[in-house]
């Protein structure tokens, strides 16, 4: 079992930075596959970035390539999202998930833990 909380959204400006973080219980987070992704007001949840357990790999969706950047410190047992150069449309809510396996999937059902998420609004 891993639980999983999110923090660090707000809001800020176009072109501003946020660093979202995702902490994580659980002893073998270490060997979980970690990924962030997001959900407008009336569309579906997307895909945003994902990385492997070693943090060896890792995905991002397009739209975040070159802007948005995923670490993880396993000993800390925390995700991290760096969130920069932000667009009004990156607006959503940001939900950190999990998955056993080494794999950074891009596919939401394969995640099989989730936190509550942390809003992120980009005014323009």
């Known amino acids: 079992q891993v639980q999983l909380v999110e923090s660090g959204g707000g809001l800020v400006q176009a072109e501003g930075s946020l660093r979202l973080s995702c902490a994580a219980s659980?002893?073998?987070?270490?060997?979980?596959?970690v990924g962030w992704f997001r959900q407008a007001p009336g569309k579906e949840r997307d895909f945003v970035a994902a990385?492997?357990?070693?943090?060896?790999?890792?995905n991002y969706a397009d739209s975040v390539k070159g802007r948005f950047t995923i670490s993880r410190d396993n000993a800390k047992t925390t995700v991290s999202l760096q969130m920069n150069s932000l667009k009004p449309e990156d607006t959503a809510v940001y939900y950190c998930?999990?998955?056993?396996?080494?794999?950074?999937?891009?596919?939401?059902?394969?995640?099989?833990?989730w936190g509550q998420g942390t809003q992120v609004t980009v005014s323009s």
């Open positions: 998930a999990a998955r056993s396996g080494s794999y950074a999937s891009t596919k939401l059902h394969e995640y099989d833990y």
């Open positions: 659980g002893r073998t987070f270490s060997s979980y596959t």
């Open positions: 990385i492997s357990w070693r943090g060896g790999s890792t």
